[in-house]
């Protein structure tokens, strides 16, 4: 494709009227479907003051359609209580759930001591049989947690609800306080049936209550520090929390606890002694932030640490909250230090890359999140798009009260929470906030993916197979980006695709380091020889006698 | 150390299952919906099955996997799923145009109680199924069984939707390959050809879950089985089922529905199990064995008795599928090496007593685990370490922890390639487990020997 890629420049592309795009996309679908999928599917437009046009997100997967989408559960169990070592997670239900959500989401985490407890590499269910859906789980899922607790003694289990768990009855919360007062450690449930919602999302917003009831605000004693921080969406993928942790310690910045990357109980236990939380994935954790300011009084700031120039605009935001000099003039030493070497590898990369073309398609903050270092490396993300994402994610936090609250999201509970009594202390005067607002702060803020995003791109949410299929043929994108389940039905198409939730087994992509091996990684997969060879010479040049002609 | 809990004293469980050596039927059923051409498998619950499914196949195979899915929300669940099916398969059909829908049910549809085949009734009736196309579905409840269970069930199907008697018996022969890699259905298909012998497979992956890169992507790959071959299923002379526990149901429908008679072999793992296999073909075929097999054979046998010193006496450990681990047992009883825990997830009393007739003259206490967990497994290994492990990729956090070598084999290999492409069935299968088998054994004696006693050649 080395060859080829050079014809794919952004003039060819230019040719297609991303309106024909959509309505090619949506002319295959039945009526009804069409109708939905028009409003999933918008070409971007930016106004004078960063407004978009509406999106519609978090609705209903149209049945049959091929979704990229997976269920409640494994955002609960999967996305944010599976990177958390030291808890036992028991999936409640029959074998297959737990089996496929056993270390398949690449969380890596270090335990400080061979001693230390680390249950990451386990799978524990309750592997229902016949008999316990026809009379009932409960007992077989308080002998299971009795037999955890015998082996090995944790100092907290979990439990999760899968499909048929919901739907038989069973009542894993009473489960949980029975044994929780029985054993004497913090036992609690998860109610994230995969039915519950449309999306991950939902297990999510489960997942966020829960811990958030359950663990936060255990623990008085944490980590000490000047500036204390929480990270709040990072889940250390391919170490990506290794690198963001380096950088923030070189930055003298203290972090007391991260949702969930390389966590632990006492951490999650902690978190409210923190001064700041900081929010990376705004779609997964953005509820505990929400809460945490309600209960404690800690605001929160949208971060990110993908791309180099994210990394340091987001430490110069820490900064600037603490209003501390000598934070400030730490971190941009830290910042002079470490751009050097980016820069290095940036500017040849890009040399290679410029004008190349990417298509995001992927969870809930990652399609907007790395169309900042593709920028770097001068590619034009052509068209993005969330699984599971909602439309705040997509327009902006502004638009949140305008969001219709459907059947489907109004069966997880949004959770009243008033400030604790004992616990609650504003970090910062009312009048302080308002002032580092008014200086270019942005508190409790998110502007969503379009308002980066050029004209003209299309924005697709919870994209199909087919949809995936139409816009790789139309656009000849020079790498796409997306899940394990997409990886191959791209790459069959001779185009390099780029796993965004697994990294495709490499990384860290975050902080600087992490900036540096994403360029270099991106530079090996658009300019690499090896999709130059997908036909063979006879292929190429099928007649007996003409050989030289031909070369 | 990656399992630093696991202790070795072992504790009886009875609830808690704790590192499966299992896992759920519909992955089984949407294996095998993809080995009949133009099949587009089909997830009738939540989406986060289907959703596991494919990447789990995907991982394993390296290939795409498309699966439609149910979509179920809280109100399907409530009040069953007609509607969510109904529309996805007008949906698949329209955008996706396959020849087959093959549904499958999980754990919440099943405990609701959908009748798929009624509403795939209401589907024709609204008009959803075009002419010539089909809707077949297997009942997949992942409460009973494991994954084998499930890819008998959608075989089953095939035999009960499409097999038809037209009056006039062929001297095809029917092979239903079992739950193997699409390489092995390959495999087993080529020594057929080799023997002259007319044969329909089913299902079959091959040019499927290993097809070419070809930057053309093709939804529905050359491979698979076609329907108008599973109608003659029922016209065949005979039926060779290889696998128990993953093909006997469907042959057994065969012969019921349309009177073609079966016979029911262990996978042809080994020597011993192909020849058992060969043999069978033969005999139903009424064919003779052509040379090409008898070298293939005496190939195989040369590995053996060359190598027989580095095989005698070694210990292994076993993890898998109740259908690969009784003929991979008996191959490597067969060479002198000594299986001493065996462990599969999927529950059957069978199981155990076929391990144990197999490992009879072996002289070492043998622990068997039907059901069991590689927790378990793992304790029995500290208990009694031994020299090889053999099993899905899962294993290697042992393999690690204890430092013995593991050569991957069975569901599923996330880590590796070439199950897709080189059989481990067959003689030729027989000769690369061999290969993988010795290449691990020998590296570790490379590694440890004392410097003295390095060997150049072995
Ligand atoms: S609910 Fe059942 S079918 Fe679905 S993943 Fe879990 S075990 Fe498998
Ligand atoms: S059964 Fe439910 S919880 Fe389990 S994987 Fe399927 S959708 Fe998710």
Redesign the pocket.
Known sequence: MSSTCEERTELECEYVDPGEVKQELISRYPTKVARKRAKQIVVNEVGECGEVPEIGANTRTIPGIITQR?????GCKGVILGPTRDIVNITH?PI??GF?SWLTRRNQTKPEDARDENFMTYCFSTDMQDEDIVFGGEKKLKAAIQEAYDIFKPKAISIFA???VGLIGDDIHAVAREMKEKLGINIFGFS????RGVSQSAGHHIANNGIFTHVVGGKDEGKEGKFKINLLGEYNIGGDAFEIDRVLEDCGITLVSTFSGNSTYDQFASAHMADLNTVMCHRSINYVADMMENKYGIPWIKVNFIGAEATAKSLRKIAAYFEDEELTARVEEVIARELPAVEKVRDEVRSRCEGKLAMLFVGGSRAHSYQELFREIGMKTIAAGYEFAHRDDYEGRNVLPSIKVDADSRSIEDLEIHPDPQRYRLRKPTEALEELRSKGLPLKEYEGMMAEMAEKTLVVDDISQYETEKLIEIYKPNIFCAGIKEKYVVQKQGVPMKQLHNYDYGGPYAGFKGAINFYEEIDRMVNSKVWSYLKAPWQKCPELSARYACD | MLLRHTPSEIKERKALNVNPAKTCQPIGAMYAALGIHGCLPHSH?????CA?HRSTLTRHYKEPVLAGTSSFTEGASVFGGQANLVQAIDNMFTVYNPEVIAVHT???SETIGDDIPQIARKAEADGKIPKGRFVIHASTPSYVGSHVTGFSSMTKSMVDYFARFSGKRTDTINIIPGYVEPSDMEEIKRLAAEMGVKNIMFPDTSNVMNSPQTGRFEMYPRGGVTVEALARTGDSSGTLALGKLASSAAARALDIKCKVPCEILDLPIGLNNTDLFIDALRKMAGVSVPESVNVDRGRLLDIITDMHQYFYGKKVGLVGDPDHLVALTEFLVSIDMWPVHIVTGTPGKAFEKRIREITREVPHEVNVGAPGDMFLFHQWVKNEPVDLLMGNTYLKYIARDEDIPLVRFGFPILDRVGHSYFPTVGYRGGMRLLEKILDALLDRKDRDDPEEGFELVM
């Open positions: 997976g269920c409640t559960y494994a239900g297959g759930c496929y899968t499909c048929p994230c049936e995969g039915y | 619950g939540s989406q986060g099955c596991y999980t754990c919440l």
